[in-house]
């Protein structure tokens, strides 16, 4: 009882904050003011894994202007980083969320009393929040967490065997791989593949190998595809400065606990359809790796960790392979709500 009293008090005084001049942008910028149609809280405020020296991230949706919609002017978001703010526009978020991006469809998932301004338009979004899930999610949402492993520093990234590091190295190609479709020449399922195998080379027990077959494809898209895997093997192989400096402001912890926050994310999504986004049943187990439980001596991750990862990559693929969604979200449902909302807006009905 206590604690709840304590998050409503912390709710208004955030309401509050947005109130004053410092947030001043949300009412007099050109894009925003009644365009607004949702603010929500983002980061650990949205979690329920902030701490006392938690920043205040500011999420929220703008409708785009009649003049965007006509002359198709590419206003897509506004960022005000002394605030931590970022509100997107309509017809982007769309896009955001019908590919299940992680840092977006979370905003769709918080709770009630986070929502610090909601117009009926934002009712709407949140109302058809279902179309937009898919399968989609096993992969953006792997991919961010794959992302989040390899901010971790090389050195603990080591304690798991080398050919367990192969294993996280193709998870997270083939994460990036599953968008080769969208952005890429049409090809084959089957042209591409990537397997791990017992290694030749004298440093390795296993590494990533890979069978292609590709005709008539062109040059720059392979070029461009073969970067980003490249890209992906570069970013496991080198000692970064971020993650020095990550270690050095005990933020290392706080990327393990994101690592494990996007797979439990994606977990409600694929077994029951549900964006959650406040960890309410994690908290526990979220706030022990946050506050280092899963550190050594050396503030570095420990093998249980790493245990704890493997466990939960395990999981995303059973609940691949079970899940009741879709391949890819309800198109057809979310254009009409878009042409909806587009055509309420050019009428002069919003």
């Known amino acids: 009882m206590q604690e709840r009293k304590e998050r409503q008090m912390k709710i208004a005084e955030i309401k509050k904050l947005i109130s004053s ?8 910028n050109e894009h925003l003011g009644k365009n607004i149609i949702l603010l929500t809280l983002g980061g650990s405020h949205a979690y329920g894994t902030n701490i006392e020296t938690s920043d205040v991230d500011i999420r929220g949706c703008a409708l785009n202007s009649k003049a965007d919609i006509l002359t198709n002017q590419n206003f897509e978001q506004f960022v005000n980083e002394e605030t931590d703010t970022t509100i997107y526009a309509f ?8 590919n299940v991006n992680p840092n977006t469809i979370e905003i769709l998932g918080c ?5 610090l301004y909601l117009s009926p338009i934002g009712q709407e979004l949140l109302d058809n929040k279902h179309l937009f899930l898919s399968k989609k999610c096993v992969y953006s949402f792997g991919g961010y967490a794959n992302s989040q492993l390899r901010r971790l520093d090389n050195k603990a990234v080591r304690l798991v065997s080398q050919s367990e590091r192969e294993v996280h190295i193709r998870n997270s190609i083939e994460n990036a791989a599953y968008t080769f479709r969208d952005k890429y020449f049409t090809f084959d399922e089957d042209a591409i593949n990537l397997y791990i195998d017992k290694s030749e080379q004298e440093e390795y027990d296993t590494e990533i190998f890979m069978d292609i077959s590709l005709h008539h494809y062109p040059l720059r898209d392979y070029s ?6 490249n890209n992906i093997v570069k970013e496991y192989s080198k000692l970064g400065k971020r993650n020095s400096h990550a270690i050095e402001h005990g933020k290392l912890a706080k990327h393990m606990m994101h690592l ?18 406040y960890r309410e049943k994690d908290h526990d187990f979220l706030m022990d790796i946050r506050n280092g439980k899963y550190l050594d001596e050396n503030r570095q991750p420990t093998a249980e960790f790493f245990d704890i990862v493997k466990d939960l990559e395990d999981r995303l693929e059973r609940a691949k392979n079970t899940t009741e969604l879709p391949d890819h979200p309800d198109y057809k449902k979310i254009n009409e709500f878009v042409a909806s909302v587009n055509e309420r807006i050019v009428r002069g009905e919003i």
């Open 91 to 98: 017809n982007k978020l769309i896009s955001l969320i019908s």
């Open 224 to 229: 461009n595809m073969w970067s980003e895997m």
């Open 260 to 277: 494990v926050r996007l797979y439990l994310m994606c977990f409600d999504i694929l077994n029951d359809g549900e964006i959650i986004t």
């Open 111 to 115: 709770k009630p009393e986070h929502y």
């Open 21 to 28: 001049s410092e947030y001043d942008f949300l009412r007099t």
